[in-house]
């Protein structure tokens, strides 16, 4: 029996279609250009001189004998720069009472974290910029440095800034009322606290600039490797008073990101500074050992955690407090008050209860600075309700996936809001527990855990509903004064050759932004997918846009391409209809011809049309001018975020021994509205996935107590490896957004939001017939020991 036709079966239909990276072969070729491949003339190197003082006053530095070594150019303070460098203050007008210092590109008198670059040099090679460091001398007084964070909230403690009160950033609290008297009357009161390690994303390719400031026509190009070039145009035009049509940023090709590469650091701000005091281009890159002590970090989170469920396990309130510590500033100009913000506000999500309070507390601490990084507080949010979810099935005596369907949001009950003020357009909670259900085989999986915990085997089985955020709206940064668009533009031309060309504003760094930019415009304008060009991360040809954060790319990009695509598609078909002498509505393009919609027999090809109106516009009606280049910018108008959800499940065994944790099989059932490209979605989510286990099992800067990093190497600092990884089964439930025509939401946060949480609750299943629970994430050998009482 023949399957029934779909919408894939007829030509050029890409949008949910499985087809490959264009630029996969070209990378996987080695034919990758990134910062660190650029080569300019007259270009030299940049190397940091840092701090090695978690908190120091800046006594004397002497620099002469750098600056005698033949091939330097320049050795520079901070003092140098603050001359043509305006400072920024990592503040949003919405976080109201927020605080913190303002910065500069070096530091004039104090450094307030072990690692911050202190003195630049430039030479004509990085090598002999990093021989003049050893030259440079610098006479340090050090104080009291604030590195724990229960520390840094006491009364007492020594301020990171010492002009401020306290090491307070921010403090905020959310109270949708009734909480006190919902827990005075609960049946079952649930109480925990949690702990979270901080880790820092590790990209492939670290941090790496080049600025070439032309003195002649006052003009600056800046090679960036960053997620938002036109963020970075506006931040060097403002702090170095260059106007914005001078400034060129240009992301090439981006070894990963995951939020990393949004944030201003003050090497790559030092770089602009140093090029324009030389007139020369400059060139930057981390290395590893700097990425570790400069790039930001995430995640360092403590939690104390409140939920009241009645008799039958429903969860009737929340309760939670949580501290977070964000290093020595706030990162500007996103701030570091977002995750914890999104914590507070994510906690509970999935969940049909109305009673909530929080209390956030931002601290500062002598370390580097923390920021956005993927899944922007969701791990935090998801592990804390998960295992709170956990602990109130046992004390109600229900199966994990038992208290989770009573307690999803129903599948019918949308529009909704949380009770942290969140509104829901449409998530499919109950359908996603169902579809895991069957995924796991889980009843097959719980018989096989008794079976084998007979024998002396410890298995555990872990379970995390999640909600993830994507498509922010305009009110996301404007209303607190950052200028990060949340629209996007895009620019489609049809040449004269019959080609598509899309300039649009998201950007590439490896998830496929290429690739599902092409999909929509081939399938909505009726061309081959090979057909399409797609140009991306360049200030100067490509239209202002916020690029690619929070799972923009398909949800706001995506719509900008489609709905630029019909506008070409309009104007190709009304030249068309002038030449055939038909109507437009008669006509429709498939496979780069013209058709007859009545009789789809091809009438006319795209490539003939573009010719006639290039070269022979002659021949069409007087009057006649063919607009085939379109421009076109979409910002989200509906619902203020276009959230996804789904559910994962996890399968792992515990050495009791050891301590060592086996990671199985992982199980993820995803929403993320309208697929545009199943493979890539799935890839998104095994790659999520992959840095959630990591976060849950391995990674975590660790600190000394005068503030140094301990594990500032990849001999140190573990990260998930093939080996380690368990098979991550996928599978999907659609439910698109009405906010757009596309109907994507986004789907690259979702597998890094609930690993973790799944991991912590099957190794505390794992546990369970020891008494032990452990509640501190990275979960490492030597906790579960602790856990068990055999460390």
């Known amino acids: 029996m023949t399957a029934p036709l779909t919408s894939l079966d007829r030509p050029n239909s890409y949008i949910g279609r499985s087809v490959p990276r264009p630029n996969a072969k070209r990378l996987l070729a080695g034919r990758g250009r990134y910062v660190t491949d650029i080569r300019l003339p007259r270009m030299l190197h940049a190397a940091f001189l840092r701090s090695p003082y978690a908190h120091a006053r800046i006594i004397g530095i002497d620099v002469e004998a750098a600056r005698a070594l033949p091939g330097v150019h320049l050795v520079a303070m901070g003092a140098d720069l603050a001359k043509i460098c305006t400072p920024w203050t990592g503040t949003l007008d919405h976080f109201k009472g927020m605080t913190s210092e303002p910065q500069l590109p070096l530091p004039l008198d104090r450094v307030v974290w072990a690692g911050q670059a202190v003195v630049a040099v430039v030479a004509e090679s990085r090598a002999l910029a990093e021989d003049a460091l050893e030259l440079i001398s610098v006479d340090y007084e050090e104080l009291p440095a604030v590195v724990d964070l229960d520390a840094a909230r006491a009364p007492d403690a020594p301020r990171v800034n010492p002009a401020s009160q306290s090491n307070l950033c921010f403090r ?385 990009g995506g719509e900008t391409a489609l709905q630029a695509a019909r506008r070409l598609k309009a104007n190709i078909l009304e030249i068309a209809a002038l030449v055939l002498q038909e109507q437009p509505a008669a006509l429709d393009i498939v496979d780069g011809q013209v058709v007859s919609v009545a009789t789809r027999q091809p009438r006319l090809a795209v490539a003939e049309i573009a010719r006639i109106a290039y070269f022979r516009s002659d021949t069409l009606p007087p009057g006649t001018q063919a607009q085939l280049t379109v421009s076109h910018h979409f910002a989200p108008q509906g619902y203020p975020f276009a959230f996804t959800n789904g559910i994962q499940g996890c399968s792992i065994e515990v050495d009791v021994e050891t301590g060592f944790v086996k990671l199985l099989k992982h199980y993820v059932v995803e929403d993320c509205g309208r697929i545009i490209n199943p493979m890539l979605v799935d890839e998104q989510l095994r790659g999520g996935v992959v840095q959630g286990l990591g976060a849950a099992l391995f990674e975590e800067c660790r600190y000394g107590e005068t503030g140094q990093l301990l594990n500032g190497t990849l001999a140190d600092y573990l990260v998930p490896m093939a080996m380690e990884m368990p098979d991550i089964v996928i599978d999907h439930v659609e439910t698109p957004t009405a906010d757009t025509i596309l109907g994507a939401k986004g789907c690259g946060e979702a597998g890094t939001a609930a690993a973790s949480a799944c991991v912590l609750n099957a190794v505390n299943d794992a546990l369970a017939p020891f008494g032990a629970s452990i509640n501190t994430i990275p979960i490492t050998p030597a906790r579960v020991l602790k856990a068990l009482n055999r460390f």
């Open 172 to 556: 905020t609290q959310l109270d949708s009322g009734g909480v006190d008297e919902v827990f005075a009357s609960a049946a079952h009161v649930i109480e925990q606290e949690f702990s979270f390690g901080r880790h820092t994303p590790v990209t492939l390719e670290p941090r790496a600039i080049v600025a070439d400031y032309d003195p002649e026509g006052s003009t600056l190009i800046v090679h960036h490797a960053t997620q938002t070039p036109y963020q970075f145009q506006d931040l060097y035009s403002r702090h170095y008073n260059i106007p914005e049509a001078s400034v060129r940023v240009i992301a090439p090709d981006i070894g990963g990101s995951f939020g990393m590469k949004l944030h201003v650091y003050h090497e790559d701000m030092a770089v602009v500074g140093l090029s324009i005091l030389l007139g020369r281009p400059v060139k930057y890159v981390a290395d590893r050992i700097e990425s570790f002590v400069s790039d930001i970090h995430a995640r360092d989170h403590q939690v104390q955690a409140r939920m009241a469920v009645d008799a039958d396990g429903r969860i009737l309130a929340m309760d939670i407090h949580d501290a977070t510590a964000i290093g020595a500033f706030s990162t500007y100009p996103r701030t570091s008050v977002v995750e914890g913000n999104q914590v507070i506000r994510l906690i509970g999500a999935p969940y049909d209860f109305r009673s909530y309070r929080a209390v956030l507390e931002v601290v500062f601490q002598n370390k580097v600075q923390t920021s956005q990084y993927r899944a922007v507080g969701h791990p935090i949010a998801c592990a804390v309700t998960e295992r709170m979810v956990d602990l109130a099935a046992g004390a109600v005596g229900l199966d994990p996936l038992a208290i989770r369907a009573k307690n999803v949001i129903p599948d019918d009950a949308y529009p909704t809001a949380s009770p942290t003020g969140y509104r829901f357009e449409a998530l499919s909670h109950q359908a996603c527990l169902r579809r895991l259900r069957d995924l796991m085989d889980y009843d097959a999986l719980r018989a096989e855990q008794t079976e084998l915990r007979q024998r002396g085997i410890h298995r555990g089985i872990g379970i995390a509903t999640f909600v993830e955020i994507t498509n922010p709206s305009p009110a996301f940064y404007g209303v607190g004064g950052a200028r990060i668009s949340s629209q996007d533009g895009a620019t489609l031309s049809l040449t004269p050759s019959g080609e598509v060309r899309c300039a649009i504003s998201v950007t590439e760094q490896g998830q496929g932004t290429e690739a599902i930019v092409s999909q929509i415009v081939a399938d909505q304008l009726g061309v081959a997918q090979e057909h399409v060009k797609v140009i991306t991360g360049d200030t100067e040809v490509t239209p202002h846009g916020g690029a690619t954060w929070a799972c923009r790319g398909a949800g706001i």
